[in-house]
């Protein structure tokens, strides 16, 4: 690269676009807005998406499912990445050293992808399944955090109901 042969990027140097400044420069009159109508008054503005009465594209396109507001989202993390670290046992702020969290008190699941060789304790928020097992399986320990211990269920049992049905409880003295 030579100093002789810099040059400006193309349209760096034009001119700001001036309306309404007289007929000879073409932009005289009616500054660019036409005759009449709408868009030539001043102050005027269009709610977003407006198309002059015709049924808007965002009213027109099917709209389908919903977003649940209370949707809470975790990391995830699996097996073969905590057999990895080497660690006896997986806290948060191991994960978080680790660089498998971006922040703390981030919640994070563990999934069963991979295998364990030797016995972990690991906490987490969440657990599936399979990761459950495999850690059981390996002699290791699952610890649910903010909650009450995880225990892996039977095959074909159904999951315990934690909270009593509303008017089944016993009147109070």
Known sequence: ?????????????EKRKRVGRGMGS???KTSTRGHKGQRSRSGSRM?????????????????????N????????????????????????????????????GEPYKILGDGELKSAVTVHAHKFSKSAQEKITKA???????????????????????SRAKRGTSEPKA
């Open 26 to 28: 073409g932009m005289g």
């Open 1 to 13: 690269m030579n100093l002789s042969t810099v040059r400006a990027p193309r349209k760096a140097s």
């Open 139 to 161: 002699g290791g320990k699952v610890e649910t955090i903010g909650g009450r211990e995880a225990e892996p269920r039977e095959a074909g049992s159904p999951p315990s109901k």
């Open 69 to 104: 507001i209370f949707r809470k989202e975790y990391a995830i993390i699996n097996l073969e990445r905590i057999a990895a670290l080497g660690e006896k046992t997986v806290t948060p702020e191991v994960l978080l050293q680790a660089g498998l969290l971006r922040r703390a």
């Open 47 to 67: 709610m977003r998406g407006f198309e002059g009465g015709q049924m808007p594209l965002h009213r027109r396109i099917p709209k389908r499912g919903f977003v």
